[in-house]
C-alpha cells in the first residue's frame, strides 16, 4: 500500500486548535430551558431526593432560584407546579391563582425579559394523577381538551410567554390554539409535546411533582418507546394542528427521533433532557464512577448533534457554569 492510498482522518485531529475549527456541534447558553418547580406554601426549599440539584421552591424563596438562573444568563424558564389541592378535574391547573399562574406573574414581574414557558397539564392537578378527566376508569379525550385549553388561557393571561402542553390528548394543540385565540392570546406560541413515550425515565419527576397515577399507567395516551412511525404521524398532526415548536420526550433514547422531526419539520425541535436520564448521571456521578462534567457536556452536545435546537435540561444550570467558566 503507498502512503497516499488511504485518507488520514487523524490530521484533522493533529491539535486542540484544528480539532475546535472543525467541531460541527456548540453548545450556547441560550439552548437552555431550566425547569422549576413551583410549590404552594411558604419557607419551602425541599430537596427532590431523586434528583441531586432540584429543590421545590415556594413563591417567597423562588426568587433565590430565579435570580441564580438569570445570573448565570439562562434566559428561558419552564414553570411546573405543586399545588396544594387536588380534585377530580384539576381545578388548579386553571385556577386564576394557581400556583403556576402564582408562579409565572412572580418570574415575569422580577424579570420581564425572561422567557416564562408554561408546563400546561392536568395530572399535578387531579386527585386521581392522570393528564385528562377520567370516566368509568378511562381517560375522556375531548372533555380534557376543554379544561387544558382553559389551563393554557389562564396561563396566558398570567403572562406566560410560551404554552407547552404535555397531556397526550389528541387534539389538545388545536384545541388549545383555538383556546388562545379567541382569547386574544393569538401571538402566544405553542411548543407542543408532540412526541412524548411511556417512559420509565420520568420516574424521579414524579417524586418533584407529586404527578404519579393513582391506578393505572399512561400508556393509552402516551406513546409506545418502540414506535418510530407513530411517532412521525403525532409529529405531523401537531405540525397541522399549529404547534410551534415540537418537543421530543425523553431526549437521551430517541435521538434517532429527534433526527427524523428535525428532517421533516422546519419548526425549532426541543430536546427534553428528562429526570430519569438527569438522575442516572448525578447517581454515576456521586459515586465516582463517572466524569460529571465531561459525560453531561457530551450528552447535551448528542441531543444539539441529533437535530434539538433547545434543550430543556435539569443540568443547564451546569453545564452553562462549565461552558462558561
Ligand atoms: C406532565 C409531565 C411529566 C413530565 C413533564 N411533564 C410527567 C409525566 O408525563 O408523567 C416528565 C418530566 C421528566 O421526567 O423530567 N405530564
Same mark, same amino acid.
Not at 9 to 20: D, E, K, P, V
Given at each position: 500500500?503507498?502512503?497516499?492510498?488511504?485518507?488520514?482522518?487523524?490530521?484533522?485531529?493533529?491539535?486542540?486548535?484544528?480539532?475546535?475549527?472543525?467541531?460541527?456541534?456548540?453548545?450556547?447558553?441560550?439552548?437552555?430551558?431550566?425547569?422549576?418547580?413551583?410549590?404552594?406554601?411558604?419557607?419551602?426549599?425541599?430537596?427532590?431526593?431523586?434528583?441531586?440539584?432540584?429543590?421545590?421552591?415556594?413563591?417567597?424563596?423562588?426568587?433565590?432560584?430565579?435570580?441564580?438562573?438569570?445570573?448565570?444568563?439562562?434566559?428561558t424558564m419552564i414553570v411546573f407546579g405543586v399545588?396544594?389541592?387536588?380534585?377530580?378535574?384539576?381545578?388548579?391547573?386553571?385556577?386564576?391563582?394557581?400556583?403556576?399562574?402564582?408562579?409565572?406573574?412572580?418570574?415575569?414581574?422580577?424579570?420581564?425579559?425572561?422567557?416564562?414557558?408554561?408546563?400546561?397539564?392536568?395530572?399535578?392537578?387531579?386527585?386521581?394523577?392522570?393528564?385528562?378527566?377520567?370516566?368509568?376508569?378511562?381517560?375522556?379525550?375531548?372533555?380534557?381538551?376543554?379544561?387544558?385549553?382553559?389551563?393554557?388561557?389562564?396561563?396566558? !393571561?398570567?403572562?406566560?410567554?410560551?404554552? %407547552?402542553?404535555? #397531556?397526550?390528548?389528541?387534539?389538545?394543540? =388545536?384545541?388549545?390554539? +383555538?383556546? *388562545?385565540?379567541?382569547?386574544?392570546?393569538?401571538?402566544?406560541?405553542?411548543?407542543?409535546?408532540?412526541?412524548?413515550?411511556?417512559?420509565?425515565?420520568?420516574?424521579?419527576?414524579?417524586?418533584?411533582?407529586?404527578?404519579?397515577?393513582?391506578?393505572?399507567?399512561?400508556?393509552?395516551?402516551?406513546?409506545?418507546?418502540?414506535?418510530?412511525?407513530?411517532?412521525?404521524?403525532?409529529?405531523?398532526?401537531?405540525?397541522?394542528?399549529?404547534?410551534?415548536?415540537?418537543?421530543?420526550?425523553?431526549?437521551?433514547?430517541?435521538?434517532?427521533?429527534?433526527?427524523?422531526?428535525?428532517?421533516?419539520?422546519?419548526?425549532?425541535?426541543?430536546?427534553?433532557?428528562?429526570?430519569? !436520564?438527569?438522575?442516572?448521571?448525578?447517581? %454515576?456521578?456521586? #459515586?465516582?464512577?463517572?466524569?460529571?462534567? =465531561?459525560?453531561?457536556? +457530551?450528552? *447535551?452536545?448528542?441531543?444539539?448533534?441529533?437535530?434539538?435546537?433547545?434543550?430543556?435540561?435539569?443540568?443547564?444550570?451546569?453545564?452553562?457554569?462549565?461552558?462558561?467558566?
Amino acid at each position: 500500500m503507498t502512503k497516499a492510498s488511504f485518507r488520514r482522518h487523524r490530521r484533522l485531529r493533529r491539535t486542540a486548535g484544528i480539532r475546535s475549527s472543525v467541531r460541527e456541534t456548540h453548545l450556547h447558553t441560550s439552548d437552555f430551558i431550566y425547569p422549576v418547580f413551583v410549590k404552594e406554601g411558604s419557607g419551602i426549599k425541599n430537596a427532590v431526593p431523586s434528583m441531586p440539584g432540584v429543590y421545590q421552591w415556594s413563591l417567597d424563596r423562588l426568587n433565590e432560584e430565579v435570580d441564580e438562573v438569570v445570573d448565570l444568563g439562562i434566559e428561558t424558564m419552564i414553570v411546573f407546579g405543586v399545588p396544594a389541592e387536588k380534585d377530580e378535574v384539576g381545578s388548579s391547573a386553571y385556577d386564576p391563582n394557581g400556583i403556576v399562574q402564582k408562579g409565572i406573574r412572580q418570574i415575569k414581574e422580577r424579570y420581564p425579559d425572561m422567557t416564562v414557558i408554561a408546563d400546561t397539564c392536568l395530572c399535578q392537578f387531579t386527585d386521581h394523577g392522570h393528564c385528562g378527566v377520567v370516566e368509568n376508569g378511562e381517560i375522556v379525550n375531548d372533555d380534557s381538551l376543554t379544561l387544558l385549553a382553559r389551563a393554557a388561557v389562564s396561563q396566558a !393571561e398570567a403572562g406566560a410567554d410560551i404554552i %407547552a402542553p404535555s #397531556n397526550m390528548m389528541d387534539g389538545f394543540v =388545536a384545541a388549545i390554539r +383555538e383556546g *388562545l385565540d379567541e382569547a386574544g392570546y393569538e401571538n402566544i406560541p405553542i411548543m407542543s409535546y408532540a412526541v412524548k413515550y411511556a417512559s420509565a425515565f420520568y420516574g424521579p419527576f414524579r417524586d418533584a411533582a407529586h404527578s404519579s397515577p393513582k391506578s393505572g399507567d399512561r400508556k393509552t395516551y402516551q406513546m409506545d418507546p418502540a414506535n418510530r412511525m407513530e411517532a412521525l404521524r403525532e409529529a405531523d398532526s401537531d405540525v397541522e394542528e399549529g404547534a410551534d415548536f415540537l418537543i421530543v420526550k425523553p431526549a437521551l433514547s430517541y435521538l434517532d427521533i429527534i433526527r427524523e422531526v428535525r428532517d421533516r419539520h422546519p419548526y425549532p425541535v426541543v430536546a427534553y433532557n428528562v429526570s430519569g !436520564e438527569y438522575s442516572m448521571v448525578k447517581a %454515576a456521578a456521586e #459515586n465516582g464512577w463517572v466524569d460529571e462534567k =465531561a459525560i453531561v457536556l +457530551e450528552k *447535551l452536545t448528542s441531543m444539539k448533534r441529533a437535530g434539538a435546537d433547545l434543550i430543556l435540561t435539569y443540568h443547564a444550570k451546569d453545564a452553562v457554569r462549565w461552558l462558561n467558566g
